[in-house]
């Protein structure tokens, strides 16, 4: 019995974290992942450094962005997309 509650303490522990810390990540990188894998061309995004653009070409991996005025176009790694920006129609 002193054994069982030896251990009961550090497994609750484990469980606690898991719940609180672990899970909420997972979740997480699974909706930037599907985000990811759904991107389309004309959508606008955000890099995870801050850049915005509009999708016009989408390879494997690699995604080329229009961004500015003069419509400059560069590309991208799939894993810097940080968030596609959702443009309503009454702007």
Known sequence: MDILRAFAFPIAL?????FLLIRPQQKKDKKIREMRS???VGDQI??????VGKVTKIKED?????VGAD??????KKWAIG???????DN
Do not use: H
């Open 46 to 51: 955000i890099t995870i450094g801050g850049i």
């Open 14 to 18: 484990l469980v606690i974290f898991y």
């Open 62 to 66: 690699d995604i080329t962005i229009e």
């Open 38 to 40: 759904n991107l389309s």
């Open 83 to 89: 968030n596609k920006v959702n443009v309503s129609e």
């Open 71 to 76: 419509k400059t176009k560069f590309d991208v």
